[in-house]
């Protein structure tokens, strides 16, 4: 299993080691959000042989130093195990007065993944539109569309311009009918598996903090919408993600 997003960090566990141990050899992809979190990430990759990271400022974490942040990310891109740009994107649920400076700050890290060769770990929440629109412009980067939320006509226009979605707990939930549609009705080969641990914890186990080893859960309920087996599902979106991550140079 590869749980492709996650933030195991000292500000929401105090059992780091019991928790990353649990997935024993599946991989953890552990994304920042600040500076704070990406040295943290860099510090984890060392540490535990299934854990990845990616380092990336997140939309509601600009503040006045984000160049140092983004000067730090892109010291760090070509350090070993570290695999994407992420947690990026654009979040318009809380303000829309920044709307400009967090478009900035976004393609400069989508410029950075060209740059380095990565993907990118998208994050879009209440700004699909603008998401689109800005990736457009970067068809020749992987992408990954963090915990989708859309519709299935943009998910289709997502696929179209080489992303693949993230799909967590909430597909778990009796009230996602929607995503559970979109899941349904797409490829499989467009998906990613993933817990944005701490939250979003899945059935059975929803109201308590999440951890990757969940992600079971969620290819479990992929394997009961789509009519296929577990095993199928595990194998398919692990490939997927060795080949959104680049992983097999690790796992040769």
Same mark, same amino acid.
């Given at each position: 299993?590869?749980?492709?997003?996650?933030?195991?960090?000292?500000?929401?566990?105090?059992?780091?080691?019991?928790?990353?141990?649990?997935?024993? !050899?599946?991989?953890?992809?552990?994304?920042? &959000?600040?500076?704070?979190? #990406?040295?943290?990430?860099?510090?984890?990759?060392?540490?535990?042989?299934?854990?990845?990271?990616?380092?990336?400022?997140?939309?509601? *974490?600009?503040? !006045?130093?984000? *160049?140092?942040?983004?000067?730090? +990310?892109?010291?760090?891109? #070509?350090?070993?195990?570290?695999?994407?740009?992420? *947690?990026?994107?654009?979040?318009?649920?809380?303000?829309?007065?920044?709307?400009?400076?967090?478009?900035?700050?976004? +393609?400069?890290?989508?410029?950075?993944?060209?740059?380095?060769?990565?993907?990118?770990?998208?994050?879009?929440?209440?700004? +699909? #539109?603008?998401?689109?629109?800005?990736?457009? *412009?970067?068809?020749?980067?992987?992408?990954?569309?963090? =915990?989708? !939320?859309? =519709?299935?006509?943009?998910?289709?226009?997502? +696929?179209?311009?080489?992303?693949?979605? /993230?799909?967590? /707990?909430?597909?778990?939930?009796?009230?996602?009918?929607?995503?559970?549609?979109?899941?349904? #009705?797409?490829?499989?080969? !467009?998906?990613?598996?993933?817990?944005?641990?701490?939250?979003?914890?899945?059935?059975?186990?929803?109201?308590?903090?999440?951890?990757?080893?969940?992600?079971?859960?969620?290819?479990?309920?992929? =394997?009961?919408?789509? /009519?296929?087996?577990?095993?199928?599902?595990? =194998?398919? &979106? &692990?490939?997927?993600?060795?080949?959104?991550?680049?992983?097999?140079?690790?796992?040769?």
């Amino acid at each position: 299993m590869v749980d492709t997003h996650c933030h195991i960090f000292h500000e929401y566990y105090d059992n780091i080691d019991e928790v990353i141990n649990k997935m024993e !050899s599946n991989i953890i992809i552990v994304n920042g &959000t600040n500076i704070n979190d #990406n040295k943290e990430v860099l510090e984890l990759v060392k540490k535990y042989k299934n854990v990845y990271g990616a380092l990336g400022l997140h939309p509601t *974490e600009i503040g !006045s130093s984000y *160049e140092e942040t983004l000067l730090f +990310i892109e010291k760090h891109l #070509n350090d070993e195990k570290i695999v994407g740009i992420g *947690e990026i994107g654009l979040d318009y649920h809380y303000t829309l007065e920044n709307k400009d400076i967090q478009k900035e700050v976004f +393609i400069k890290q989508l410029n950075l993944a060209r740059k380095y060769n990565k993907s990118v770990i998208i994050h879009s929440r209440d700004a +699909i #539109n603008d998401t689109l629109e800005i990736l457009k *412009e970067y068809k020749d980067i992987k992408k990954d569309i963090h =915990s989708f !939320s859309g =519709s299935l006509e943009s998910a289709i226009e997502f +696929i179209k311009i080489n992303c693949r979605l /993230g799909i967590g /707990g909430v597909l778990t939930f009796k009230n996602a009918k929607r995503l559970q549609n979109i899941v349904k #009705n797409l490829d499989i080969h !467009s998906l990613l598996l993933e817990t944005d641990s701490p939250y979003l914890t899945p059935e059975p186990y929803r109201g308590s903090k999440n951890e990757p080893y969940n992600i079971i859960y969620v290819a479990k309920k992929i =394997s009961e919408i789509k /009519g296929i087996s577990l095993e199928d599902v595990l =194998s398919i &979106t &692990t490939s997927n993600a060795i080949s959104q991550f680049d992983l097999d140079k690790y796992l040769c």
